[in-house]
């Protein structure tokens, strides 16, 4: 009886693309939102995971989140390079500071200060030039998509784009003569400011006077070392915060979970899609069922098992649910790979994609039990009615 | 002659809401094995319930009614599904057909029922078609076919696994006066033997003359059986 049933369902094909659509849109909506928020949260911790080399982060307890900075002493370095258990710790200077662009305007960057002997905690891609030109005077590193954006060069005609920054171009930073020296790939940040690279001792110069400008330390653990262990005992000599990579992205990804109007944003949006999916699927579904209410009543009437009108609903709706879920799902990768190179975040984690296939499964299950209570409870004399 | 339906004093109350509505009251009636039986009289003189009963979808309030002397009431009803697509064929009066299987798929359906391959039960249901004149349009679906075509779909469905009673719903009234007679014509002449009973209900007058027996309703009673 199962050709039966897929005969049923696809013999009207209006009917079935429509099922399928309904489905479809269920599972774009489902996944699309989603998708976009996961993209803004990882953007808010993007710099502690492009940040790959050190296991630890240490700064001033009161810290909440990556871009809350509140400086250290560069004493606290010291301190934190005579824990035991620590095999190397490098300073990190990162601020928001204001570039003066070739057309008078300015823009806030996100400046980073790299320790000027390693250069630890530099842009995880170098697209053009080398990392180590950070040594050479006035030299900066920025991010691809600040260079061609927000730091670009005034237009040549109007109403075109900015003409891309590119090494050997110059910008000037608190008054300060910066030179690029080379171009980086970065993960776009929540507030999607350019990004700056330079040593340590420059961003200070660049910085505007403080007495504490050290932001973080950065920290290696030694071969073998519990990073959980060390970081207590970093707590426990300095009395500063020290959080592992992992932690220090939760730490951040809650702050903005917690106090930020995202969650719930998105989180009603993403509830209204699923709302309005499981409404539109689920009714087209029940529709198509009550359409066939007489083509089930006949198939009771010859003898057939409520078992298999129950195994022919759920056939019917395994199938459109699996093509409504796959097209939904292709169509949201195919979103995101269109919005690859815009500044549209996006993340489609694996995760998402057993969230959506399980609400669109809820969603059949849903319109199939209710279509199936409907065929059980058919009485068959309906087919001696004209 | 063997008694292929035997209804003893059934009773049918409709309950319909708060009101009841007494369809079958008291009916006594017999049909054959190798007869065909008429079932008329007017609209809601119970004719349809009496044939709901007598095919084992509607259960009796009271009274017995038994088919090829089994009381399909008192089977679980696991045993009636089974007993229903086993010996009973149906011919209803808008076809009923699936519109999107074509014809020897439709036909083929009580025999899948009944657990027959699908390529078997296709390739019985063509040869049943060929029997009510439509071998050569196996592939069609029923929009693609007349109304008298889709009746004799419908007839090769209800023939196809060989059943012991076939009831027929108003068979004729959807057609016209030459596709009527061709359908009784044909209900005659391939559907009935010494093995099977039908019980046809209409309203059509031009189709008495195929009766055996006619059994006239009224009121639900059997008034009158000639």
Same mark, same amino acid.
């Given at each position: 009886?199962?050709?039966?049933?897929?005969?049923? @369902?696809?013999?009207?094909?209006?009917?079935?693309?429509?099922?399928?659509?309904?489905?479809?849109?269920?599972?774009?909506?489902?996944?699309?939102?989603?998708?976009?928020? $996961?993209?803004?949260?990882?953007?808010?911790?993007?710099?502690?995971?492009?940040?790959?080399?050190?296991?630890?982060?240490?700064?001033?307890?009161?810290?909440?989140?990556?871009?809350?900075?509140?400086p250290?002493?560069?004493?606290? @370095?010291?301190?934190?390079?005579?824990?035991?258990?620590?095999?190397?710790?490098?300073?990190?200077?990162?601020?928001? $500071?204001?570039?003066?662009?070739?057309?008078g305007?300015?823009?806030?960057?996100?400046?980073?200060?790299?320790?000027?002997?390693?250069?630890?905690?530099?842009?995880?891609?170098?697209?053009?030039?080398?990392i180590?030109?950070?040594?050479?005077?006035?030299?900066?590193?920025?991010?691809?998509?600040?260079?061609?954006?927000?730091?670009?060069?005034?237009?040549?005609?109007?109403n075109?784009?900015?003409?891309?920054?590119?090494?050997?171009?110059?910008?000037?930073?608190?008054?300060?003569?910066?030179?690029?020296?080379?171009?980086?790939?970065?993960?776009?940040t929540?507030?999607?400011?350019? =990004?700056?690279?330079?040593?340590?001792?420059?961003?200070?110069?660049?910085?505007?006077?403080?007495?504490?400008?050290?932001?973080? =330390?950065?920290?290696?653990?030694?071969?073998?070392?519990?990073?959980?262990? @060390?970081?207590?005992?970093?707590?426990?000599?300095?009395?500063?915060?020290?959080?592992?990579?992992?932690?220090?992205?939760?730490?951040?990804?809650?702050?903005?979970?917690?106090?930020?109007?995202?969650?719930?944003?998105?989180?009603?949006?993403?509830l209204?899609?699923?709302?309005?999916?499981?409404?539109?699927?689920?009714?087209?579904?029940?529709?198509?069922?009550?359409?066939?209410?007489?083509?089930?009543?006949?198939?009771?009437?010859?003898?057939?098992?409520?078992?298999? @009108?129950?195994?022919?609903?759920?056939?019917?709706?395994?199938?459109?649910?699996?093509?409504?879920?796959?097209?939904?799902?292709? $169509?949201?990768?195919?979103?995101?790979?269109?919005?690859?190179?815009?500044?549209?975040?996006?993340?489609?984690?694996w995760?998402?994609?057993?969230?959506?296939?399980?609400?669109?499964?809820?969603?059949?299950?849903?319109?199939?039990?209710?279509?199936?209570?409907k065929?059980?409870?058919?009485?068959?004399?309906?087919?001696?009615?004209s | 002659?063997?008694?292929?339906?035997?209804?003893?004093?059934?009773?049918?109350?409709?309950?319909?809401?708060?009101?009841?509505?007494?369809?079958?009251?008291?009916?006594?009636?017999?049909?054959?094995?190798?007869?065909?039986?008429?079932?008329?009289?007017?609209?809601?003189?119970?004719?349809?319930?009496?044939?709901?009963?007598?095919?084992?979808?509607?259960?009796?309030?009271?009274?017995?009614?038994?088919?090829?002397?089994?009381?399909?009431?008192?089977?679980? #009803? /696991?045993?009636?599904?089974?007993?229903?697509?086993?010996?009973?064929?149906?011919?209803?009066?808008?076809?009923?057909?699936?519109?999107?299987?074509?014809?020897?798929?439709?036909?083929?359906?009580?025999?899948l029922?009944?657990?027959?391959?699908?390529?078997?039960?296709?390739?019985?249901?063509?040869?049943?078609?060929?029997?009510?004149?439509l071998g050569?349009?196996?592939?069609?679906?029923? #929009?693609?076919?007349?109304?008298?075509?889709?009746q004799?779909?419908?007839?090769?469905?209800?023939?196809?696994? #060989?059943?012991?009673?076939?009831?027929?719903?108003?068979?004729?009234?959807?057609?016209?006066?030459?596709?009527?007679?061709?359908?009784?014509?044909?209900? /005659?002449?391939?559907?009935?033997?010494?093995?099977?009973a039908?019980?046809?209900?209409?309203?059509d007058?031009?189709?008495?003359e195929?009766?055996?027996?006619?059994?006239?309703?009224?009121?639900?009673?059997?008034?009158?059986?000639?």
């Amino acid at each position: 009886m199962n050709h039966i049933a897929l005969k049923m @369902l696809m013999g009207d094909t209006g009917k079935y693309v429509g099922i399928v659509m309904g489905l479809t849109f269920a599972s774009l909506i489902m996944t699309q939102q989603p998708a976009i928020f $996961l993209g803004i949260m990882a953007r808010t911790y993007s710099f502690i995971s492009d940040t790959g080399l050190p296991d630890i982060w240490v700064m001033d307890e009161k810290v909440q989140f990556i871009d809350d900075i509140k400086p250290l002493q560069d004493t606290e @370095l010291y301190r934190v390079r005579g824990i035991s258990g620590v095999a190397w710790a490098m300073p990190m200077y990162k601020g928001l $500071l204001k570039a003066r662009l070739a057309n008078g305007m300015f823009q806030t960057c996100n400046v980073v200060g790299l320790d000027d002997t390693t250069l630890i905690g530099g842009p995880p891609i170098m697209l053009e030039g080398k990392i180590s030109d950070l040594r050479r005077s006035d030299s900066v590193i920025i991010d691809v998509d600040g260079a061609k954006e927000k730091l670009g060069k005034p237009a040549l005609t109007p109403n075109s784009t900015p003409v891309p920054l590119k090494i050997g171009d110059s910008l000037e930073l608190n008054d300060h003569r910066a030179i690029v020296v080379g171009i980086a790939k970065v993960t776009r940040t929540f507030q999607s400011q350019p =990004v700056i690279y330079t040593t340590y001792s420059r961003a200070k110069s660049y910085a505007p006077r403080e007495r504490k400008l050290l932001s973080f =330390v950065l920290v290696k653990a030694a071969q073998g070392q519990n990073l959980n262990e @060390l970081t207590r005992r970093i707590r426990e000599k300095t009395g500063l915060a020290a959080y592992t990579r992992n932690e220090f992205i939760e730490l951040t990804y809650h702050y903005f979970m917690k106090n930020t109007g995202i969650p719930i944003n998105f989180g009603m949006s993403v509830l209204l899609g699923f709302i309005v999916g499981a409404a539109i699927a689920g009714q087209t579904f029940y529709n198509f069922t009550l359409e066939n209410i007489r083509q089930f009543g006949v198939l009771k009437a010859m003898g057939t098992s409520n078992w298999t @009108l129950l195994r022919m609903i759920l056939l019917q709706a395994v199938l459109v649910g699996s093509i409504g879920y796959g097209m939904g799902v292709g $169509l949201t990768a195919l979103f995101g790979y269109a919005m690859r190179h815009s500044i549209l975040a996006f993340k489609f984690p694996w995760q998402l994609l057993l969230f959506s296939g399980v609400g669109v499964s809820l969603i059949c299950m849903i319109a199939a039990l209710i279509s199936i209570i409907k065929v059980i409870r058919l009485e068959p004399a309906i087919v001696f009615k004209s | 002659m063997v008694a292929a339906v035997r209804c003893e004093k059934l009773v049918k109350i409709y309950d319909t809401g708060g009101q009841k509505v007494i369809a079958l009251n008291g009916i006594d009636l017999s049909i054959n094995l190798g007869e065909l039986m008429m079932l008329v009289g007017p609209s809601g003189c119970g004719k349809t319930t009496l044939i709901s009963v007598i095919a084992g979808i509607l259960d009796q309030d009271s009274g017995v009614c038994e088919l090829f002397g089994e009381n399909v009431n008192a089977m679980r #009803s /696991k045993d009636k599904l089974q007993f229903r697509a086993r010996h009973i064929g149906f011919v209803f009066q808008a076809f009923n057909l699936l519109p999107s299987l074509n014809a020897a798929e439709n036909v083929s359906i009580p025999l899948l029922i009944n657990g027959v391959k699908r390529a078997e039960a296709e390739r019985l249901a063509i040869k049943v078609l060929e029997q009510v004149g439509l071998g050569d349009r196996w592939k069609s679906f029923p #929009s693609q076919l007349s109304g008298g075509q889709q009746q004799r779909v419908a007839i090769a469905r209800a023939l196809v696994h #060989s059943p012991r009673l076939i009831v027929c719903d108003e068979p004729t009234s959807a057609l016209d006066h030459v596709s009527g007679h061709n359908v009784m014509t044909l209900l /005659k002449e391939v559907a009935l033997h010494q093995d099977r009973a039908l019980v046809i209900v209409t309203h059509d007058a031009r189709i008495f003359e195929f009766a055996d027996r006619i059994a006239q309703m009224d009121d639900g009673h059997v008034v009158k059986v000639t």
